[in-house]
DNA sequence: CCTGTAAATGAATATTCTTCAATTTTAGTG
DNA sequence: CACTAAAATTGAAGAATATTCATTTACAGG
């Protein structure tokens, strides 16, 4: 039957026109940001007439949408591969950070159209946008819990005060430095933040731990004598 | 010389007209967000005609930079009014941090518009936003730093990432309250921000603490014995 | 009261999103 | 291969809205 192999065809070249699309439409709106990018721009970036981009998309802000869905989609897949890759819950969650950094630091346009688009209000939760929001931040969770496991945060704060903590943190901090200190570097911004919420291991406090350890050692032979 | 008494009750009319305008417009660009504003409705409701804002302002999102300009000064006044009238670093903190999230979530689309409007790269520092943003943290610069010589705040972090912190955690914060979880209160979450990013007693303090009171103990009962 | 300037007006213009009638392309069929 | 119905595409027209500007109105100073 030849016409499952048409079928296929056809349905391969819509899709390849959506994602020229949506190719195009991100790369425009990262430049210009959502107010001043014209959908006759994407229209003939992607090679197609003003009308066709109303054929997949109901209208700017649907097309902006999957936009960020896309991002999102990405940017959850390589949270997650690279958090896979390091052993070790802090190992893990600098990783999650500059990641997450420099994305964003890469991505701002594309990420200031998220409120201007999304809050609804009404329709958010149960939205692809919500959704796909709630799978990136999971990566976060599964980790931050396991470092809790750990005893390496404080079981004090809850972990949703930690998570918004953490890419609030990161998200206003990309900000500034994209707008005042464009020259200071991540690494130091996400060493910072790590050890500001979780159980600060620095160097120092390593040392503690040992000096603590041993001072127990001692005070268990001491009372053995006793 | 009764020039000066009209001249004056002139300026005191346009004034009063630009007031109006801008009054408007906050009241709606709050209630609709700047995309869904338009300048006729504005016009509207300050009672004068679609040319005149153009008199007063150069374009809509000149208009938007001056309510947002309004609403930066009115919240640094009263921050640091409150300020004031509290004692005790970590009581102005958590003023500073109640204050601010209450403001952030009745304001949500006034301040929404900042990355819209001002994110501009060259001409934002300089600005006017800027040095009226720059006014509002220093409300919090300076109470950090009172912290800060109290020994409130461990001297390991920057002043700069802390006030990122502070800030980027209760955005966020705010926006997933206001999403998600309507009901839990500011309290909550500005107890857990605070005590998370000034004078946090870790699980390892708390072990040290153990220990030394053990070995106090244990120096007891040696000095009984020699 | 008169006059020149500043302020205000709102109809006209310009830009951009969105729709839709007409056209082209495609898949399936005899 | 020719034909047909459905799907996809087109681009010009329509609609909404920001912005301009020629004209009118209000006012301060003489």
């Known amino acids: 039957m030849p016409s499952r192999q048409k079928t296929k065809t056809r349905r391969e070249k819509l899709e390849n026109r959506e994602e020229a699309i949506i190719?195009?439409?991100?790369a425009i709106l990262n430049e210009k940001g959502?107010?001043?990018?014209?959908?006759?721009?994407?229209?003939?970036?992607?090679?197609?007439?003003?009308?066709?981009?109303?054929?997949y998309f109901k209208n700017k802000e649907d097309l902006a949408r999957a936009v960020l869905a896309q991002f999102y989609d990405k940017l959850t897949e390589t949270a997650q591969t690279g958090v896979d890759k390091r052993s070790g819950?802090?190992?893990?969650?600098?990783?999650?950070?500059?990641?997450?950094?420099?994305?964003?630091?890469?991505?701002?346009r594309i990420l200031e159209m998220l409120p201007l688009i999304d809050m609804k209000m009404d329709s958010y939760e149960g939205s692809d946008l919500y959704k796909?929001?709630?799978?990136?931040?999971?990566?976060?969770?599964?980790?931050?819990?396991r470092a809790h496991e750990e005893g390496l945060i404080g079981s004090g704060t809850p972990l949703w005060v930690l998570r918004d903590m953490f890419f609030g943190s990161m998200d206003y901090g990309a900000r500034t430095?994209?707008?005042?200190?464009?020259?200071?570097?991540?690494?130091?911004?996400?060493?910072?933040?790590?050890?500001?919420?979780?159980?600060?291991?620095?160097?120092?406090?390593?040392?503690?731990?040992?000096?603590?350890?041993?001072?127990?050692?001692?005070?268990?032979?001491?009372?053995?004598?006793?």
Chains 1, 2 share one sequence.
């Not at 190719?23 to 991100?26: K, N, T």
């Not at 959502?34 to 054929?55: H, L």
């Not at 819950?89 to 701002?108: E, G, Q, T, Y």
């Open 23 to 26: 190719e195009s439409a991100r």
């Open 177 to 226: 430095m994209l707008l005042i200190r464009q020259d200071d570097n991540i690494n130091w911004f996400v060493d910072n933040l790590i050890s500001t919420l979780f159980g600060r291991v620095e160097p120092s406090d390593k040392r503690r731990a040992d000096v603590v350890d041993r001072l127990e050692a001692i005070a268990d032979r001491l009372e053995d004598k006793l």
């Open 34 to 55: 959502f107010s001043k990018t014209t959908m006759a721009e994407i229209a003939r970036a992607a090679g197609v007439a003003d009308g066709t981009v109303y054929i």
């Open 89 to 108: 819950s802090i190992a893990k969650l600098k990783f999650l950070a500059r990641h997450h950094m420099s994305r964003v630091m890469d991505n701002w």
């Open 132 to 145: 796909l929001n709630r799978a990136y931040v999971a990566v976060f969770d599964r980790v931050a819990e």
